[in-house]
């Protein structure tokens, strides 16, 4: 594991950096896509057209599908949790947005017990990276707004 640390830390570096960048970067990096269909959070198909990927996968379908696990008493807010998409190299990007009313250090509690994620804390609040036991990139930033915590998930398979 101490030999991949350095990759997981570059990879995540290279994830974030492709999120927000503009300009000719070659980066693959893709988080979410604006446009792609939401996710049905009652567990039905989407409303919205189908997508290359089946997109009338539930939330917690989905986070199952990234080998996240899904916060206990978690909701998912409406039409934040969106279809996975591939970036050029094939590898599929999930995104995925939860929120409860527990404290931001009781789920980052959560997700690093166990040893699998390690925390790092950011100006908004904490971020949760780690390798899940697939060995999917996984990206948990953890803030608090408007008296609630905001569980933002990303995971990279492939």
Same mark, same amino acid.
């Given at each position: 594991? +101490? ?20 300009? /000719?970067? &070659? ?5 979410? *896509? ?21 997109? *009338? ?24 949790? =969106?279809?996975? *998409? &591939?970036?050029?190299?094939? &590898? ?9 009313? /527990? ?17 790092? =804390?950011? &100006? ?9 036991? =697939? ?6 930033? +953890? ?10 998930? =990303?995971?990279?398979?492939?």
């Amino acid at each position: 594991m +101490i030999k991949a640390w350095p990759l997981l830390v570059v990879s995540a570096l290279a994830f974030s950096a492709g999120c927000g960048s503009s300009g /000719d970067s &070659k980066s693959t990096a893709v988080v979410a *896509n604006p446009d792609a269909p939401t996710v049905s959070t009652t567990g039905g198909p989407s409303k919205t057209e189908p997508s290359a990927i089946p997109s *009338n996968l539930s939330p917690q379908e989905l986070a199952a599908q990234a080998d996240v696990p899904v916060y206990p008493g978690a909701s998912f807010p409406d039409k934040q949790t =969106k279809a996975p *998409n &591939k970036d050029e190299s094939g &590898k599929l990007h999930t995104y995925l947005v939860m929120s409860t009313s /527990d404290k931001p250090n009781k789920v980052v509690e959560f997700y690093v017990k166990g040893g699998k994620y390690s925390e790092m =804390k950011t &100006k908004e609040g904490s971020e949760v990276q780690g390798l899940s036991p =697939k060995g999917n990139l996984v990206l948990i930033d +953890i803030t608090e707004h408007a008296g609630q915590t905001i569980i933002s998930v =990303k995971s990279v398979q492939g």
